[in-house]
C-alpha cells in the first residue's frame, strides 16, 4: 500500500479491495513454505536452517509457479478503457509480486526466529483423511459429468443475462447527504435528469430557437432552457445583465439545458441522447450533449467493450502460461474450462435471484477469479501428471492427485473465502460490497468445480491428455506400457 505513492493517486475503490484481495490470493505462498519446511524438517533430523533453506528452494518454483497466472489475470485489466481496471490491475500486480518476495525473505527469518513458540502451539489438523471421498468422486465421475452439463448450461444463460447496473449513485450508502437529496428532488420534483448542450456561440438566434423547438419535441424532454428563450428575439444582447450572459455564453460556446424526466443508464434516456445528438448536429456539427446521462451512455459502450477484452486477454495469458508449464496442447483448455465453468455459476447466479451487480463486478470478477484459482487446478493436475509419468495407471493416479491436493485446495479457499467474505457483508459501498462477495461465493464454487468436475475430466480425457502432453523422458515407457494395459 505504501508504493502506491509511486502513482499518484489511487481510486477508493482500488485501496478498498487491495489489502483484502492481496491477502486473500499471497497466503497460499506463505502455506506452500510452512508445508515444505515441516516436511524437510523431518528430513534434516531437526536441522532448522538447512530445512528452511531446501524449503525456500523448493517453495521459489511452485510460488513462482503459482504467481504468475495470479498476476497475469491483474495484468488483463490493465488493457481496460475504464482506468479503475489499470488501477486496480498494477496495485494487485504489484501486491503478488511483494506477497512473493515477502514469503521467500521475511517469513522464513520469522519462522526460524519463533520455532520453538510454534511448536508449542501445534495442534492436530482438523481436515480429516480424504481418500474415501475421493474415491467416491472417482466412482461417480459419470453422474458428475451429467450434473456439469445440466448445470452448465443455465449458468451459462445466466452469465449473458445478468442484470447490471451503470448508475455510480446506487452504488453509495442510503446515509449520505448526496442520496437522500436526490431523492427529495427526483419525488418533490420530479427532477431525472438534466443534459448540457454545448453550441457555438456564433449561431444566429433564429437557428438556437428553432433548434431548442426540435429538442422540445422529443419523447421525455419537459424543458429546455437557454439564452433564447429567456428572452425575446426583439432585445438586443447588450441589454442581457452580464451575469446572465456569462452564465449561458462564452466566447466559444453557448449553453443550453434540457430537463429530462428519464433516468439515468435507461433505454429510454439513452434513446433520447441518440435524439437529442442527432438534432443538435444539424444545427453545429461540433455541438456536444454531455451530463451524467451521457457520460453513463459512453461508459456502458466503454465497459461492455472492456468486458470482452478483460475476458479473452486474461483467458489467452493462463492458457499460455499453462501450455508452457505442462508442455501439453490439452490441459490448457481442460483447467481454463473447469474454472470458466465455476465462474459462469458465480456470474449467472444474480440473474436468477433478482440481483442487479454494479457494472464493474463481472469485468473485474471474471479476471481475478479466474488467476486467482486455476492454481487449485494446477495443484491438482502436477500431481496426476507427475503419477502418469511414473507409470501409474490413470484411475490410480487421478485417485492419489485428488486425495493429495484437496486439503490444500479447502485451506486455500476457505482463506480466499474468509478474506473477502467479510468485507463483503460490512461495507456501505456497494459496488465494494458486491465484488468481495462474487469473490467469496467465486472461491468456493472454484473448489468445488476442481475437485468435483476435474478429476473427471481428466479421467475421460486422459489418453488425450497423455497424447498431447510432453512427458519426462525416463518414464515414458513406462507410461506407454501402462496405456497398452
Not at 527469518?109 to 510454534?118: A, F, G, R, S
Not at 442581457?240 to 428519464?262: A, N
Not at 492454481?375 to 485417485?399: C, F, H, P, S, W
Amino acid at each position: 500500500m505504501g508504493t502506491n505513492i509511486f502513482f499518484t493517486e489511487v481510486s477508493y475503490i482500488t485501496k478498498a479491495l487491495a489489502a483484502v484481495l492481496q491477502l486473500a490470493v499471497t497466503m497460499d505462498y506463505s502455506i506452500f513454505l510452512w508445508n515444505s519446511y515441516s516436511e524437510q524438517k523431518i528430513r534434516f533430523a531437526g536441522d532448522k536452517e538447512r530445512a528452511m533453506a531446501h524449503a525456500i528452494s523448493n517453495t521459489i518454483t511452485s510460488v513462482i509457479g503459482s504467481s504468475v497466472t495470479t498476476i497475469a489475470g491483474f495484468i488483463a485489466l490493465c488493457f481496460m478503457t475504464f482506468t479503475l481496471g489499470k488501477d486496480l490491475g498494477l496495485v494487485m500486480a504489484k501486491g503478488v509480486a511483494l506477497g512473493v518476495i515477502g514469503c521467500v525473505t521475511i517469513l522464513p527469518v520469522m519462522i526460524l526466529l519463533l520455532d520453538k513458540p510454534i511448536e508449542k502451539t501445534k495442534h492436530k489438523t482438523f481436515l480429516p483423511k480424504l481418500n474415501k471421498a475421493a474415491d467416491i468422486i472417482v466412482k461417480g465421475r459419470y453422474i458428475i459429468l451429467v450434473l456439469s452439463i445440466v448445470i452448465a448450461i443455465p449458468a451459462f444463460y445466466g452469465y449473458r443475462h445478468t442484470p447490471v447496473y451503470y448508475d455510480m449513485g446506487k452504488c453509495l450508502p442510503e446515509f449520505l447527504d448526496f442520496v437522500q437529496a436526490t431523492k427529495k428532488l427526483n419525488s418533490e420534483y420530479n427532477m431525472a435528469n438534466t443534459h448540457m448542450i454545448l453550441i457555438d456561440s456564433s449561431l444566429s438566434r433564429k437557428e438556437v430557437k428553432k433548434m431548442m423547438k426540435e429538442c422540445d419535441s422529443v419523447a421525455g424532454v419537459k424543458a429546455t432552457l437557454g439564452m433564447s428563450s429567456m428572452i425575446g428575439s426583439s432585445i438586443p444582447e447588450a441589454m442581457i445583465p452580464k451575469e446572465l450572459s456569462k452564465t449561458l455564453k462564452s466566447d466559444r460556446y453557448e449553453l443550453i439545458l434540457v430537463s429530462s424526466e428519464y433516468y439515468t443508464a435507461t433505454d429510454e434516456v439513452n434513446n433520447q441522447i441518440d435524439e437529442l445528438i442527432s438534432i443538435i448536429k444539424k444545427y453545429d456539427p461540433n455541438a456536444m450533449l454531455i451530463g451524467e446521462a451521457a457520460c453513463t451512455k459512453d461508459m456502458i459502450a466503454i465497459t461492455d467493450h472492456d468486458f470482452t477484452v478483460v475476458t479473452w486477454l486474461s483467458i489467452a495469458a493462463i492458457f499460455l502460461i499453462i501450455a508452457f508449464v505442462f508442455k501439453s496442447a490439452s490441459l490448457p483448455f481442460i483447467l481454463v474450462a473447469v474454472i470458466e465453468f465455476a465462474i459462469f455459476i458465480n456470474l449467472g447466479l444474480p440473474y436468477y435471484t433478482g440481483t442487479e451487480l454494479a457494472f464493474i463486478g463481472p469485468i473485474c470478477l471474471s479476471t481475478i477469479q479466474l488467476g486467482a484459482t486455476v492454481d487449485y487446478a494446477i495443484l491438482m493436475t502436477t500431481r496426476y501428471l507427475k503419477e502418469r509419468q511414473n507409470g501409474i495407471e490413470k484411475r490410480t493416479a487421478v485417485t492419489t492427485a485428488l486425495e493429495t491436493s484437496m486439503p490444500s485446495i479447502i485451506v486455500s479457499a476457505t482463506g480466499f473465502f474468509a478474506a473477502t467474505f467479510g468485507v463483503g457483508l460490512y461495507s456501505n459501498i456497494d459496488i465494494i460490497s458486491t465484488m468481495c462477495n462474487l469473490m467469496a461465493r467465486g472461491a468456493a464454487i472454484s473448489m468445488f468445480a476442481v475437485i468435483l468436475v476435474q478429476p473427471t475430466l481428466l479421467l475421460l480425457l486422459d489418453k488425450l491428455i497423455v497424447h498431447t502432453t510432453i512427458m519426462k523422458k525416463n518414464n515414458s515407457k513406462a507410461t506407454a506400457k501402462t496405456e497398452v494395459k
